[in-house]
């Protein structure tokens, strides 16, 4: 209009230019929208050429011009038909895969972990949901969403599959990812530099508050220390206030993280919460079976499920197990037979058919302990090897679970039946009469 008003009439400019309006520049259509056919049609006549020249002189790019008649009161009755600034030409801008690429470097995104590669069972099923309603949804669905599991199950994965998910379909949100190690050691760093650089602290501060979607990951990192939670605590607030989206994960519920002060642990809260467990062993065999594609492999799907059986700490080991047996192949240049893989597995074929119970009565009997003993938690020596060895023979002559052999002992936990067997495996190699005990016990049940 300034252009225009340069050169047209007063008269022109009081009478129609004032009854017309930007309604859009896509495409590098310039289009008006004016009230009448008269407007439209002396506009077209006398101003066509000039405020395409103004319009190609802004933009610099060519431009058409279009002018529609809609009546005023029908573009104030439907007013997502404006579009508002007539030059939007930024957010029309198309992105490149350099462009992606670039935006996920700098959210700090990896480009493995997306939800293509990332199994579902009953374990994360509804982990999974949210996680995708929230990444076609960023901060409208659920905010904040809480994620925790023991370590290894997948956490990390499902987090950055969200912040990939939304920077391909909103290239331009502003996606921070960042573990909770990481944001506590960044914000005593400023700390530390903003006594000599005055900026310091609003850039940290800055990087935070001005992200769209905010994933902290292993949260529990940033407890125990005040500044740390005061900070976390603002940004949570200012974004939360803002609608912006935001992520967490920990290993475990928030009520149960240590020393996280209550206003936060009943920030994390208040959103959604969702915990992973460890799959069962059809579902990790699904894993190693999908990586084995992604590998190229030439694995049969055998080897993948007995692999999955013999591996039940967590995924990440699984994976571990299975690229440890493939490497052990390929170096040795041998087959995916089974008799190799076992070997290589270094597990020894279970026993079917024994029950859990035989085992315990025969060690307590050949102990001459009770059975509530071997069961319990007194740590007395003369307990608790039987009770180690007890959790071993089990674990090696029946297809139980670290989970369901806890159970059997009162319910300890799986990393504790997985230490006791660890230690009595390293003990049997080493203890002449320890490893004779073992062979004694299993000749009471009948076994070689
Ligand atoms: P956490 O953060 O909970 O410790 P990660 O996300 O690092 O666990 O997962 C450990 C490994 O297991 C990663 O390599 C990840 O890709 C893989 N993983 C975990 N869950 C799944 C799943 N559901 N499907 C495929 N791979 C998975
Ligand atoms: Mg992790």
């Not at 007063?10 to 017309?20: E, L, M």
């Not at 475990?252 to 992973?276: C, H, N, V, Y």
């Not at 995916?336 to 009565?361: C, S, Y």
């Amino acid at each position: 209009m300034g252009e225009i008003k340069l050169s047209a009439s007063q008269a022109d400019i009081k009478t129609f230019f004032t009854q017309i309006e930007p309604l859009s520049f896509e495409e590098n259509i310039l289009e008006l929208a004016c009230n009448s056919p008269i407007v439209k049609e002396r506009i077209e006549n006398r101003y066509h050429a000039q405020i395409k020249r103004s319009a190609e002189k802004i933009t610099k790019e060519k431009v058409e011009l279009s002018i529609a008649v809609i009546p005023f009161e029908i573009r104030i009755a439907n007013p997502q038909e404006k579009i508002g600034p007539l030059f939007h030409k930024e957010e029309e801008k198309s992105f490149s895969k350099e462009d992606f690429n670039k935006s996920r470097t700098e959210a700090n995104l990896f480009e493995k972990y997306t939800f293509e590669n990332f199994i579902v069972g009953a374990n994360n099923r509804l982990a999974h949901t949210v996680a995708m309603t929230i990444a076609e949804n960023p901060g409208k669905a659920y905010n904040p969403f809480f994620i925790y599991s023991g370590v290894g199950l997948g956490k990390t994965h499902l987090m950055q599959a969200i912040g990939n998910r939304i920077l391909e379909k909103f290239p331009d949100h502003r996606v921070v990812y960042c573990p909770g190690e990481s944001f506590t050691n960044e914000l005593v760093e400023s700390i530390r530099l903003a006594k000599v650089q005055k900026n310091a602290l609003t850039k940290f501060k800055d990087k935070y508050r001005k992200a769209d979607v905010l994933l902290i990951d292993d949260v529990q990192f940033i407890a125990g220390r005040e500044a740390t939670q005061e900070e976390f605590f603002h940004a949570f607030n200012a974004l939360f206030m803002a609608g912006k989206q935001i992520v967490l994960t920990s290993d475990k519920p928030p009520s149960e993280i240590q020393k996280l002060e209550k206003r936060l642990s009943s920030r994390f809260a208040s959103g959604m919460i969702a915990d992973m467990q460890m799959p069962d062993s059809e579902m990790r065999s699904a894993i190693l079976r999908s990586k084995k594609e992604e590998l190229k492999l030439n694995v049969p799907n055998e080897i993948c499920d007995f692999i999955a059986q013999n591996t039940e700490t967590n995924i990440r080991e699984l994976e571990g197990a299975f690229t440890q047996i493939i490497t052990r192949m390929q170096t040795l240049n041998k087959s995916f037979t089974m008799e190799n893989v076992r070997e290589a597995l270094g597990k020894k074929d279970k026993v079917q058919n024994i029950a859990p119970n035989m085992i315990l009565k025969a060690t307590a009997t050949y102990y001459g302990i009770k059975l509530t003993d071997i069961k319990g938690h007194r740590r007395l020596k003369e307990f608790v090897t039987p009770r180690q060895l007890a959790m071993f023979l089990i674990r090696n002559l029946t297809s139980l679970s670290l989970t369901d052999i806890g159970n059997l002992f009162e319910g300890k936990d799986h990393t504790t039946v997985l230490h006791s067997i660890e230690k009595i495996k390293k003990e049997v190699e080493q203890k002449d009469k320890l490893r004779q005990d073992a062979e004694n016990i299993k000749t009471t049940l009948g076994i070689k």
